[in-house]
């Protein structure tokens, strides 16, 4: 088994951008807030949790390639190379 170390502050980035990416598709199918104001607000909330996604994606692969190749457990901090 694979042992993954992250720092708080990835993980809380992790899971906000989970957030935007779930607010945003949830505006988009709601019905509470009059259209246009939902799909506006639905889609750059949408918009922000996919983009921000993107960099996170990279670090953890970058590290966990890194870590392939040493053979050792591997860490991902925002910055790290």
Do not use: Q
Not at 6 to 19: E, F, H, N, S
Request: net charge positive; glycine share 12%; no cysteine.
């Amino acid at each position: 088994m694979r042992r993954t170390s992250l720092p708080i502050p990835v993980i809380a980035l992790i899971g906000a951008t989970r957030g935007m990416l779930g607010a945003g598709i949830a505006l988009l199918v709601a019905d509470r807030l009059d259209p246009d104001r939902r799909m506006k607000v639905g889609r750059i909330l949408f918009a922000i949790g996919a983009v921000s996604t993107i960099p996170l994606a990279a670090a953890v692969l970058r590290a966990r390639r890194a870590s392939l190749r040493s053979g050792s457990e591997w860490r991902v901090g925002l910055g790290d190379e």
